[in-house]
């Protein structure tokens, strides 16, 4: 067999890689993530409206939040507005204090970046890993022990002299990250551990959910996400103080009284509205037969892959059990150069593709903070592209 490094671009056609999809979702166009109400969405909506509690007090929220608690194993489950929302409210929850530094991968989804700015405090972006796209954990530890230097129980940067408070890892298209290796990294840099996982609910780490294994971890209830709540988002943690602190902080801190409104600090108006619950309980009824697609999609689309040499569809990383929200090609490095061509050549098609987003150290609003060296992120932001997803192509 031919080592896949003596390949010679010239036998590299971009149109081949369009029939290849085409085979696995038909010739018709296509979007990158629908949503399916095919459930109770309905009904539960209706029932909702019918009781008349549409906004943030009522039974469907509660409902909610313990069902997402039992099936990803968190001890807490605090519904918001948004995985933006959950993930601005964990880090605060987190200690991130305005002038603190956090770390936070640079191929990321914006909000990763926006919440931690929100606070006052900068994201220090890290390196990525080829396997799982994720913060690559030995890369991370040379860059912590060069540059950082513990004082006091906390880390600081020896270059801004700022403590980093947490980390943010982050389960990139639903592939778990090697969560297990950066909380051990965390623990002996005096890192606080928020995860990311607005991506993978239903993905699971050597067996134990993505999301639980940080102080906090949220997940995103977004229209494109796995399941959805219209917009939405939830806080999961197992520690009885900031699970308490998450539900006062999100309704604006109002003190429990039978008819005042006393609020001792600011707070935010971050709770899920039952009406949106009431359409999240409809959507975790059909989680499983969702995954199950999603993963039927993906052999489908390996198969239909396995004769290409430039190109390959992502698995989950080994130990791992991904629950495929977005599937996505990777460009071997010699054609990485072809993936604007690629993009478009679907695009005419009709189908809906994309490249991973832009990497936040190349956005206007993070280009001075400070990083470590990205190049494994810079070169895989040429070589991603994310293909339809959607649990009803299959
Ligand atoms: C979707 C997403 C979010 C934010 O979720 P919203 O519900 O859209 O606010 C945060 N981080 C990542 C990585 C995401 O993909």
Avoid at 188 to 206: H, I, N, Q
Avoid at 263 to 280: D, K
């Amino acid at each position: 067999m031919r080592q896949k490094s003596q390949l010679c671009i010239n036998e590299f056609n971009p149109d081949d890689v369009l029939e290849a999809v085409k085979t696995v979702i038909g010739p018709m166009p296509a979007s990158l993530h629908e949503p399916i109400f095919k459930g109770n969405e309905w009904h539960y909506v209706k029932d909702c409206i019918d009781q008349g509690f549409v906004s943030s007090v009522g039974s469907y929220v509660k409902q909610f939040e313990s069902e997402i608690a039992k099936y990803t194993g968190a001890k807490y489950a605090i519904a918001t507005v948004n995985g933006t929302a959950a993930l601005h409210l964990a880090l605060i929850l987190a200690g991130v204090k305005p002038g603190d530094e956090v770390l936070a991968p640079s191929l990321t989804f914006v909000a990763t970046g926006n919440a931690i700015s929100y606070i006052g405090a900068t994201p220090h972006f890290v390196d990525s890993c080829e396997v799982n796209f994720g913060i690559d954990v030995g890369v991370l530890r040379l860059y912590l022990e060069q540059n950082t230097v513990i004082k006091n129980g906390h880390c600081f940067n020896k270059k801004t002299g700022c403590v980093i408070r947490a980390i943010v890892p982050m389960h990139v298209f639903g592939h778990p990250c090697n969560i297990a290796e950066i909380i051990k990294l965390a623990e002996e840099f005096k890192l606080v551990v928020v995860e990311d996982a607005a991506e993978s609910l239903g993905s699971f780490y050597m067996g134990k959910h993505t999301g639980t294994f940080g102080l906090l971890g949220i997940f995103s209830f977004n229209g494109n996400k796995t399941i959805t709540t219209g917009g939405g988002g939830v806080i999961v943690t197992d520690d009885d103080h900031i699970a308490e602190r998450a539900k006062y902080l999100s309704e604006t801190a109002k003190q429990p009284h039978n008819f005042s409104y006393i609020h001792n600090e600011i707070g935010f108006n971050y709770r899920m509205p039952n009406l949106n619950a009431a359409l999240g309980c409809a959507q975790l009824e059909c989680l499983p037969s969702f995954l199950k697609s999603k993963r039927a999609l993906f052999h489908s689309y390996q198969k239909a892959f396995s004769g290409m040499d430039f190109v390959t569809i992502v698995r989950e990383p080994p130990s791992c059990w991904s629950n495929y929200w977005l599937q996505t090609m990777l460009l071997n490095e010699k054609v990485a150069s072809y993936q604007e061509n690629i993009i478009k050549n679907f695009l005419n098609a009709g189908i809906l593709v994309r490249p991973v987003w832009r990497p936040l150290h190349l956005l206007p609003s993070f280009a001075s903070v400070p990083s470590a060296p990205l190049p494994v992120t810079t070169k895989l932001a040429q070589r991603l592209i994310n293909i339809p997803s959607s649990a009803g192509l299959i």
